[in-house]
């Protein structure tokens, strides 16, 4: 029979055994936590963008297809009320290039894209679309650009138009490596709608792949939910960043990226149009892509700029490119589709 002396000896044992681990959890989080920092990452900080809009309400409408698009009718709006600019959709949700009605008799170039193509933060002539119009009189180029929009939205966009009958003579579309987590609604793309005002209520079309590579379209609301502790510590920042990699890695962003860029490739031939992929974006993976087209010889461009160059953003805080970025890709995109394309 135990000694009732032993009972206390146990607990102390259990006691300072539990201390010693919670003492190795401490290090090794304050270590992790060290390391986080010294890698460069921060505790989770939002980012909220507010966005006044006049008439009051959105300048979206909801699209059984592509989960929202343009609502018709001229908006001003401010950027967290220091960035003013205009917007005008036409009669079909869509942005204008030109202040005047083009002739339907003109051949047309359709530029697909996100909202470095739809202008966020410019004005209506000062998109590139718009810029590309005035350099180019012969053409009507019309502007498919949407705020948010990944290459599936733009896919959508493109067959919807083609089934109206119409018969572009060029498809353009503007890509930047972001838009393969848009494509597949990761915690990335989550992430980066968190805090956006003018998002909120906007629901997603995103797509997953199944184990034949086909794809499955989805819709909803999309939501992001940090780690416990992110706001206040790096080191689950670090924890989320593998996460999201693994993520990705997982949904295959950039292979549904490519699959879709074929399509909208093939769908453009069989309207009898030209088409290029134009990257937008500089970055590393955005040249990757191009590079693989190329080799698949299709037209691609790299008309992106610099958008680390304060001089080329909308503001110092937001790296949408500005009015001189735009006009600098109006103009390099030219350049190839005369000497590369429209000889």
């Not at 992790?32 to 006049?54: C, D, H, K, V, Y």
């Not at 990761?186 to 184990?211: C, S």
């Not at 999309?222 to 206040?232: A, D, F, G, N, V």
């Not at 990257?279 to 080799?295: A, Q, S, V, W």
Request: with cysteine; proline share 6%.
């Amino acid at each position: 029979m135990a000694s009732p002396l032993q009972k206390p000896s146990r607990v102390r044992r259990l006691f300072a055994r539990s201390l010693y681990i919670l003492g190795v959890l401490l290090v090794l989080g304050i270590a992790g936590e060290l390391t986080a920092r010294f890698m460069g990452f921060r505790p989770w900080t939002e980012t909220i963008q507010t966005i006044s809009i006049q008439p009051a309400g959105s300048f979206y409408q909801a699209d059984s297809t592509l989960g929202y698009r343009g609502k018709p009718g001229k908006f001003d709006l401010s950027i967290n009320n220091k960035l003013p600019f205009s917007v005008t959709h036409d009669s079909t949700g869509w942005r204008i290039s030109s202040p005047h009605s083009m002739p339907d008799s003109l051949p047309e170039i359709w530029i697909l894209g996100c909202s470095f193509t739809h202008g966020y933060g410019v004005n209506d002539m000062e998109t590139y679309p718009a810029q590309l119009q005035e350099l180019m009189p012969g053409y009507r180029v019309r502007n498919f650009g949407m705020d948010g929009y990944g290459t599936f939205q733009n896919w959508m966009t493109l067959r919807h138009e083609l089934a109206k009958g119409q018969k572009p003579a060029l498809v353009v579309l503007a890509y930047g490596a972001f838009h393969d987590q848009r494509n597949t609604a990761n915690r990335y793309w989550r992430k980066a709608l968190h805090g956006q005002q003018i998002a909120e209520g906007l629901r997603y079309p995103y797509i997953r792949l199944d184990e034949n590579d086909s794809l499955h379209i989805h819709y909803a609301q999309l939501q992001y939910h940090p780690l416990p502790l992110q706001r206040h510590l790096a080191l689950p920042s670090l924890i989320e960043e593998r996460w999201n990699r693994n993520e990705d890695k997982g949904l295959r962003s950039k292979y549904v990226t490519e699959i879709l860029i074929r399509r909208i490739a093939e769908a453009s031939h069989q309207a009898g149009a030209h088409f290029v992929l134009a990257g937008i974006y500089r970055h590393e993976e955005t040249t990757n892509m191009l590079r693989t087209f190329h080799l698949d010889r299709l037209h691609t461009v790299d008309i992106s700029e610099n958008l680390e160059r304060p001089l080329l953003r909308i503001s110092l805080d937001n790296g949408h490119p500005n009015p001189i970025a735009h006009q600098l890709m109006a103009v390099s995109l030219k350049k190839y589709l005369e000497q590369k394309v429209l000889k």
